[in-house]
């Protein structure tokens, strides 16, 4: 049995909780900044029906379906190789174009998609939310686990090209930044989900706000060492880039993986806490919007 209750303090003859036995009891009262991980895990053949979904739906009438996961990557690294790397002469630090290109798209796809798709939870779903309950948050979240199996497609293409190069002998190799790897896949979720849903929220009533992160998105890349090393930008700008919490991502990225770019803990760390504060910030003000935003969208 199941009980919705609206208020804190309904008392209607024959309802009250002393006399029922509701076997869970839906109501619109709970803290801004909690995230209901119990409903979460109780809802998770749902998550993954909205994941497989995601998967499926995207590519179902395309030709190529999945291959687009890795057709993207490869002709956007091309076309920076020849318009950056061979046109415009910008260094990779001495690193194979492609692959230095290729490790900063694989990095940005990632965190752009969380940041894309979760921005727009509300508007796109409105007819399920006034329909059925479920936890409003395992929407997001779905969309940022069906991100992560397209990063990991992008990142064995990744792979792929970093065993071709290293067997060729270009000066490419493993180091020690290579163990925070999973700690740069959480931050860029985290990130990218917490920006998300703050947009969504803002985006029930500012519509605008769909056409500003499209261009925001292109800007921010531009902010982010990913078509030039940081070696290669004066030291009188840097702080504006490292001011990105993207940066630290990528640079480790590079460092693990290619042994170029540069390992900067105190940046690192950084980017952890903007991720943190900015999915805090983000859950806040999602869970204040999911109460009345039927009455908006």
């Not at 749902?46 to 979904?53: Q, S």
């Not at 057709?71 to 910008?90: C, D, E, M, R, Y």
């Not at 770019?261 to 204040?288: C, D, H, K, Q, W």
């Amino acid at each position: 049995m199941v009980s919705f209750d609206a208020s804190a303090n309904a008392t209607s003859p024959g309802l009250g909780r002393e006399d029922s036995d509701w076997d869970l009891v839906i109501d619109a009262r709970h803290r801004l900044l909690a995230i209901p991980f119990r409903e979460i895990w109780q809802y998770r053949d749902l998550l993954l029906l909205l994941v497989r979904r995601d998967f499926v739906a995207l590519y179902k009438q395309t030709i190529l379906g999945p291959l687009w996961f890795l057709i993207q990557p490869i002709l956007t690294s091309v076309v920076f190789t020849i318009i950056f790397g061979n046109i415009a002469k910008i260094s990779t630090d001495g690193l194979p174009q492609i692959l230095f290109y290729m490790s900063g798209i694989t990095c940005w796809n990632y965190f752009a998609e969380c940041l894309t798709k979760t921005s727009e939870t509300f508007n796109v779903n409105a007819n399920i939310f006034g329909k059925v309950y479920f936890p409003r948050i395992v929407m997001p979240i779905s969309l940022v686990v069906s991100g992560l199996l397209k990063f990991a497609v992008q990142f064995a293409l990744f792979i792929c090209f970093f065993i071709w190069f290293f067997v060729s002998g270009s000066p490419v190799h493993f180091t020690a930044g290579f163990f925070f790897f999973p700690l740069l896949i959480l931050v860029m979720g985290m990130w990218g989900l917490g920006l998300g849903m703050i947009i969504s929220s803002l985006t029930t009533k500012y519509r605008d706000l769909r056409f500003l992160l499209q261009f925001g998105i292109q800007l921010m890349m531009y902010a982010t060492p990913i078509i030039y090393p940081m070696s290669s930008v004066p030291e009188k700008y840097q702080w504006v880039i490292f001011f990105n919490p993207m940066t630290a991502i990528v640079e480790t990225f590079r460092y693990g993986f290619l042994g170029s770019g540069s390992l900067n803990i105190p940046m690192l760390i950084y980017s952890g806490l903007a991720s943190v504060v900015t999915l805090g910030i983000g859950t806040i003000i999602f869970n204040r919007v999911e109460k009345t935003f039927m009455d908006t969208v």
